[in-house]
């Protein structure tokens, strides 16, 4: 990192920075520090990874050093499950960690001494055939049930924490003695769960719950198109635990009903986006894979996956531009819906008559970056320059708002934090894609699936 973003840095700490312009001043200390004349795209870029990393620095549940599932500044709701950290938005976290030895927001010996604290509490913390729970206490390491029967195995929520982990491993196999060991640490983890056993006995389907009380009571099959791609991947990929082609073709994409021929605006999509076919689904979508899983000439007999996330994005862009619904605030330069934060709890926003609530949320054209950086990069600065501390704070922009029903929370979550750090910078330098595909037990998996992809070394 250039001297000149270190000094910006610095400048941010101290100032205690919130965004320039259109503020409410609502939040004391939070002032304009700078403007589009002071600020390059690049710096602003930095800024953004620096606010958002701290939120996995700073942020974290101080026993585990894991993400917490949630930080509300406003105290809306009551902080009592601050030691209630998250595995999947933890392992996006580990790979901000990454992000933030690269960016020089951290020195390399800080970064490896947190990712060897995280990884051992990931060895004694509840597992389950070697899975994960989605919710863990950070002081325990004990489940912490996200719902009654969801009180054991969570296997999508592992495989965003393996996606993490694998690379992390992979940034730290060539390095001293201590990094290779915690490679190694990583290494077995990932070989430690069992993926399929989430078949439940041998079907051609995963199943995303299981638990030592409810076993298969949850009755949850992961089926395509949605977030959860990497599941599969990793699960043919495993050296240990694999599941066979026939799991990912038959239950993943639907013996072939993944397939669709349709879209909106020009925008042709080639997958059934689960309940959304015409305008694709929540922008979450092409973002959790996609963190160390290259999209980049990635293409089986369903899809080419860069295409299907580049018009799944710009379809999400044009709803929002031509805005239907007349919410207030909408236009090509604020747009972005995704599963977010909403007035009336979490809600899986998206283009729709039924699934536009009025609520941007700035994850989404932010982790769509790699994909639209045009129409991104006028997201953020309209977002930073023009919102200012309605929605920018100490770890970022915050989750979500509405301008229409003036709805200005000042709350995060793991899920969208993470995505953002991570896909700026795979716009930036393809970091975790090259350290991810890496991987040759992945490259092994994708081919086994049928996959064409471009392997790459970090």
Not at 174 to 187: F, M, P, R, V, Y
Not at 200 to 228: A, L, Q, T
Not at 260 to 281: I, R, V
Request: one cysteine or more.
């Amino acid at each position: 990192m250039k001297i000149t973003l270190k000094i910006l840095v610095i400048i941010a700490i101290v100032a205690g920075l919130s965004c320039s312009g259109g503020g409410s001043g609502k939040s004391a200390g939070n002032t304009l520090k700078f403007s589009p004349d002071t600020l390059t795209d690049d710096s602003l870029l930095t800024l953004v990874q620096y606010n958002t990393f701290r939120y996995f620095w700073d942020g974290a549940e101080p026993v585990s050093r894991m993400a917490p599932e949630r930080i509300n500044i406003d105290g809306v709701y009551p902080q009592n499950d601050r030691n209630v950290v998250t595995s999947g938005g933890s392992g996006f976290g580990v790979m901000a960690i990454v992000a933030g030895i690269e960016r020089g927001f951290i020195k390399r010996e800080e970064g490896f001494e947190r990712l060897q604290k995280i990884v051992s509490f990931l060895e004694s913390a509840d597992r389950f055939h070697g899975a994960w729970p989605h919710w863990i206490n950070g002081e325990t390491g004990k489940v912490k049930p996200f719902s009654q029967k969801d009180d054991g195995a969570d296997i999508v929520e592992t495989a965003y924490m393996i996606q993490g982990l694998l690379t992390v491993r992979q940034y730290f196999i060539k390095g001293n003695q201590q990094e290779k060991k915690l490679a190694a640490d990583i290494d077995t983890l990932w070989r430690e769960v069992e993926w399929s056993w989430f078949t439940k006995g041998g079907e051609n389907v995963i199943y995303w719950h299981w638990s030592p009380d409810y076993g298969w009571e949850m009755n949850f099959p992961v089926r395509g198109y949605n977030e959860c791609l990497i599941l599969y991947i990793l699960a043919a990929s495993s050296p240990t635990w694999p599941v066979p082609p026939e799991t990912y073709h038959e239950g993943w994409a639907r013996s072939g009903g993944i397939e669709y021929s349709g879209g909106k605006y020009g925008y042709p999509l080639q997958l059934k986006h689960n309940g959304a076919e015409e305008y694709g689904g929540p922008l979450f979508w092409a973002h959790y894979s996609y963190l160390g899983l290259d999209p980049r000439n990635l293409k089986d007999r369903y899809a080419d996956y860069w295409q299907e996330n580049r018009n799944q994005t710009l379809i999400n862009w044009k709803w929002c531009s031509e805005n239907p619904k007349k919410f207030k605030g909408y236009s090509d330069e604020c747009w972005g819906l995704t599963a977010s934060y909403s007035m009336n709890g979490y809600s899986g926003h998206a283009p729709g008559e039924n699934t536009d609530l009025g609520v941007i949320s700035p994850t989404a054209a932010i982790s769509s970056l790699p994909y639209t950086p045009e129409k991104s990069l006028a997201a953020i600065r309209h977002f930073y320059y023009l919102l200012g501390d309605r929605i920018w704070g100490k770890y970022g922009f915050y989750d979500a708002f509405s301008e229409h029903s003036g709805w200005f929370p000042e709350r995060y979550l793991a899920i969208d934090q993470g995505p953002q750090i991570v896909m700026i910078e795979n716009y930036r330098t393809h970091l975790f894609w090259d350290l991810f595909m890496s991987c040759s037990e992945i490259q092994k998996g994708l081919s086994k699936l049928g996959f064409e992809s471009k392997a790459t070394n970090p």
